[in-house]
């Protein structure tokens, strides 16, 4: 019988420790480097990554028809333009030397050793080269609350809002991977009690927590992506945390939208979840009225059930949960949002990525931002060494997590963290 990586019945006879984020059924693609390699393709499995180049090279995964050195590239975006269906094939085949009973890999101790590196030896780098970065605003509870606070709660939405999936172009070349220092941004804000605005460095700096996903699939200029079409474009997950300076943002985004509030850095965890492996997690998403136009429509369930936790750790002192959350709040689903993005003709590129925009929930304790948190700075949170936090203060570090969980099986992201320094 063939072996599949969403087989909840499959075992490793890789230690996975109770919790792991990584067992066999999840198996996500990355890029590593350690002391003697240089950046290559590797998955995790509980508390070690395995090293694809030294499988390809040495027959572990013959006969898939993978060409030369496809692993052994400093981003996936040549693994992944291969397409979701060998991307697949690799995934299954990992799966089978993972597994108890198949002894290939297993009972060679030599190769096992080199293989199979632990989590602690290593250095994640950023997974994919991106082209391009596309913010969505997807959240009707966050588009809620953000519209309350600055404009009138009994309008919070905008007219287009529930019509399309709002959105806009970011900078790609500031997204940086996880466990990448962020300096605090300067740029020109307008305090309340002065007639012209001041430049200095951001009073209200902020996390935001997102979901993004990495296209692996090109169309022409000219051509759109049907809801229908949409899922063959898309290889897998990352936690995105789209850093914010509120102040620098409301000061300039009239009337274009967000810039240098938003573009000095964001972070993506290092560790791409295939789609695949969100396969058993789909849910139905939040009823969508009034009907969206034919274009939007989709079948089935497009949403996902994925666990979402935002912790905030002072220099001196634990980390807090500060929020509880879940992406299956996202009144726009992925399928809708890759359909709208090119609805005009708009041709994506591999390796593109694509967020969710803050993920906020119905309950206060699930709101994506401190903006909401602490409705901009009215209420503040008490962390655990009993400080308080209005905005994001230098030192602290941002802790995003997420994870699905369903008969016994958990596929999780790992860390997507963040230090903020202070303004250059």
Partial sequence: MQITANNPELTSWVEVPPGSDFPIQNLPFGIFKTRYLSAVAGVAIGNYVLDLVYLHENGFLDGLGLPAGIFNQKYLNNFIALGRKPARAVRNRIAELLSVGVDDLQRNVAAREIALIPMSEVQMQMP??????????????????????????????????????????????????????????????????????????????????????????????????????????????????????????????VPLGPFLGKNFGSTLSPWVVTLDA??????????????????????????FDVNL??????????????????????????????????????????GDLYASGTISGPSPGSFGSLLELNWNGQRPLQLANGEHRKFLEDGDTVIIKGYAEKAGVRIGFGSCVGKILPAL
């Fill in 309 to 350: 936790e935002v912790l905030i750790q002072p220099d001196k002192g634990e980390a807090t949960t500060v929020c509880r959350s879940n992406a299956k709040y996202l009144y726009w689903n992925v399928n809708q949002q890759l359909a709208h993005h090119t609805t005009n003709g708009c041709n994506i590129q591999v």
């Fill in 278 to 303: 969100l396969e058993p997690f789909r849910v139905k998403g939040p009823e969508q009225f009034p009907h969206v136009l034919p274009y939007l429509a989709v079948e089935g369930n497009k949403n």
């Fill in 128 to 253: 994919v080269f991106i082209p391009n970065y596309t913010d969505f605003y997807s959240s009707e509870e966050h588009a809620t609350n953000v519209g309350s606070m600055f404009r009138d709660p009994k309008n919070a939405l905008l007219p287009n809002w529930k019509h399309l999936p709002v959105g806009y172009h970011g900078r790609a070349s500031s997204i940086v991977a996880s466990g990448t220092n962020i300096h605090r941004p300067k740029g020109q804000i307008k305090l309340q009690e002065s007639e012209f605005p001041v430049y200095c460095p951001s009073l209200k700096l902020d996390f935001e927590l997102e979901l993004a996903f990495i296209t692996c699939k090109e169309n022409s200029l000219g051509t759109h992506i049907t809801t229908n079409e949409a899922e063959d474009y898309i290889f897998g997950f990352v936690l995105f945390n789209d850093w914010s300076a509120r102040d620098i943002q409301q000061w300039e985004y």
